[in-house]
């Protein structure tokens, strides 16, 4: 090649490079001027029709959600169905409410413009689970923002929304004092039930005005703003919402609003909560479905779109359990049991068709003599007994799930074993010597009468020497029960009721057992609709084959044998339903802290629970006598329908 060419080539790239460089720049210009342009021109579409400040207190309010029992006819719960607000001058709030409110959620508030990059980053962090939150989710919404969001705008989840959230944002802070915007917003948030506004939340919550909270009192206020359903004093995270009241008084101390001193006091402070008006049915069923709304759907969402939510509820179903448990319940007190919980589903489907989280929703709490100041003892009524973590030991409630393993090994009914005093060595740092409930050793039994007459000898022999604690752990699980621990954890205890479970896993587990090895997780929720009648969701639960239908059939077998529990339970017992073949299996743990009763046909499982909220022992009393009386009135009434 030429030198000619060969430079002439060079020339040629050159310029081209030059050109490249040339039609960048012009493009960036372009850009950079049109962004000016672009900007004020979305301001001004965004802001041209901004509300008078004026109509800041007649904003369009949001729709109430509403739940459904599985009829779709009776209505159990209405989320802020009557939006009750009283507007109050910005002079009779009390500074210490305003400054808690300020420090939890918008630190900054007095000193931006109306935006907090600090806190928008946070929240992305938090939301990319780069940076951990110590309670819900945050957002990285100022004041403002909030304020612009919840008076003109909707909650979804769009970029058009978010661009008039900012720039209603910018115009909310250019036209207004930062005095009148926090003004607004605090007589405009909403706090839970029906109230909006803090002065409608003080009445509800404290029945005072605003202006004579405490710092305590006010702390709790605020800390209900993030999420005031999942915070709702008369709800079952009650002891979320003090931990995060204590929250609050923390940042109030950093942000130099109060001292250490008076923080340390109003954490001390016993508050005393007014109730909320009855305005709901089922309650503890009713807020385990808002619990799964608000999961999935966001507080706000659920708050404010209207949805009508059909549950798997049956309403008569609920009404003769509630009945049953508030009664047996409150005979039970004379045997040293002060509450209940009940479960019924359907096992061919997990259906959920009642829910008895305690014995009485709208009872006080009860401190018998004896109890530290402020601890509810024995009876706390809104403590949802059926979901509570970490739970329950299930006593020999627990038996069936080891037999059922020993009979996939390789066992049957007629498997014989020795009931007699049997030392299984040393576990726990002592020698386990286990004894059956009425002290007594019946020689060579089979394992249809060790597990219908729940001789615990017998049981313990099945877990070591034909189903093993691993396998064992591993069938709970796979039926349902997620509260158990690795195996290695437990020993021979296991079969007697060691790990801790939830009643409504128990009852959906035994409810395989009824479905012959297929397995329906729990169902509360059948369908979600929003406002405009649109399906946002319908239950398709599609049941899993867990195990063979004839280990399922052996266990159901062996306990509806009202013949072979017969020695020990009577031939006339609670157990005994003479009309239908029912299977049932009862539970008491040691030093009778707990009684259990669950029960099933293919068509229902009724599972109970009786004992103390504490954890505190009964008098001595069995599952049989606590709750089979419960589980057979609610078992009886259920196969009339």
């Given at each position: ?363 006080s709490s009860s401190s018998p003599e004896g109890c530290t100041s402020g601890k509810n003892c024995f009876f706390d009524p809104k403590v949802n007994v059926a979901t509570a973590q970490p739970g329950r030991q299930p006593g020999s409630a627990f038996k069936p799930f080891v037999y059922a393993v020993a009979f996939q090994n390789g066992a049957n009914d007629k498997t014989v074993v020795m009931d007699e005093l049997t030392n299984f060595g040393v576990w726990g740092g002592k020698e386990y010597i286990p004894q059956n409930y009425d002290g007594k050793f019946r020689g060579a ?197």
């Open positions: 090649m030429s030198k000619s060419r060969h430079y002439k080539k060079i020339y040629q790239k050159d310029g081209q490079k030059k050109r490249w460089t040339f039609t960048i720049l012009q493009t960036a210009l372009l850009v950079a001027l049109m962004l000016p342009v672009l900007a004020f021109g979305s301001f001004v579409y965004f802001a041209k029709d901004l509300p008078r400040p004026e109509r800041l207190t007649e904003a369009t309010l949001a729709q109430p959600t509403k739940i459904y029992d599985r009829t779709g006819n009776i209505l159990l719960y209405e989320v802020y169905g009557e939006e009750k607000r009283q507007v109050l001058p910005f002079s009779d709030i009390p500074l210490h409410l305003q400054q808690a409110v300020i420090a939890t959620e918008d630190a900054e508030f007095y000193t931006h413009s109306g935006l907090s990059l600090k806190g928008m980053g946070r929240a992305l962090l938090i939301n990319l689970g780069l940076r951990k939150s110590q309670f819900q989710k945050p957002g990285g919404s100022t004041i403002t923002q909030q304020l612009a969001r919840n008076s003109f705008l909707t909650s979804e989840k769009t970029i058009t929304r978010k661009a008039r959230e900012l720039v209603l944002t910018l115009e909310l802070e250019r036209r207004y004092s930062k005095d009148e915007i926090l003004g607004f917003y605090l007589n405009q948030i909403p706090f839970g039930s029906t109230a909006y506004g803090v002065g409608t939340a003080s009445e509800l919550y404290f029945q005072k005005a605003p202006k004579d909270l405490s710092l305590a009192e006010s702390a709790v206020l605020a800390a209900l703003i993030q999420a005031p359903t999942y915070y709702s004093p008369s709800g079952p995270n009650k002891d979320v919402l003090l931990t995060r009241k204590d929250y609050v008084l923390s940042r109030m101390t950093e942000k130099g609003f109060i001292t250490a001193e008076e923080a340390d006091q109003a954490k001390t402070e016993e508050l005393v909560f007014q109730d909320v008006p009855n305005t709901i049915r089922a309650p503890h069923f009713v807020l385990y479905v808002l619990d799964s709304l608000m999961k999935k759907y966001g507080e706000e969402f659920v708050r404010e779109q209207g949805l009508r939510v059909v549950t798997s509820l049956d309403w008569d179903l609920q009404q003769k359990a509630e009945q049953a448990v508030k009664e047996v319940a409150q005979q039970n007190v004379a045997s040293g049991a002060h509450n209940a919980s009940l479960v019924a589903l359907n096992p061919q489907t997990g259906e959920i068709l009642a829910m008895v989280g305690s014995k009485d929703w709208f009872a039994v089979t394992l249809r009468q060790a597990l219908a007459q729940s001789l615990n000898i017998p049981s313990v022999k099945v877990l070591v020497d034909m189903a093993g604690v691993e396998k064992s752990v591993q069938f709970a699980k796979s039926v349902g029960i997620g509260t158990l621990r690795n195996p290695s954890f437990y020993g021979p205890a296991l079969v007697l009721g060691g790990g801790e479970v939830r009643l409504l896993d128990m009852v959906s587990a035994y409810g395989v057992f009824a479905a012959e090895g297929e397995k329906s997780p729990p169902v509360a929720i059948l369908s979600v609709a929003d406002a405009r009648g649109n399906t946002l969701e319908k239950n398709q639960n599609t049941p899993i084959r867990v195990f063979a239908p004839e280990i399922a059939r052996q266990i159901t077998d062996i306990l509806s044998d009202n013949e072979a529990r017969a020695p020990i339970f009577g031939e006339h017992s609670l157990l005994f339903i003479p009309w239908a073949s029912v299977a049932v299996k009862t539970g008491t743990t040691q030093e009778y802290r707990d009684g259990w009763t669950i029960g099933y046909t293919k068509d229902i499982v009724v599972g109970v629970w009786a004992g103390n909220n504490d954890n505190s022992p009964t008098n001595r009393e069995p599952g049989v006598a606590l709750a089979a009386p419960i589980w057979n009135r609610v078992m009886a009434y259920a196969l009339t329908l």
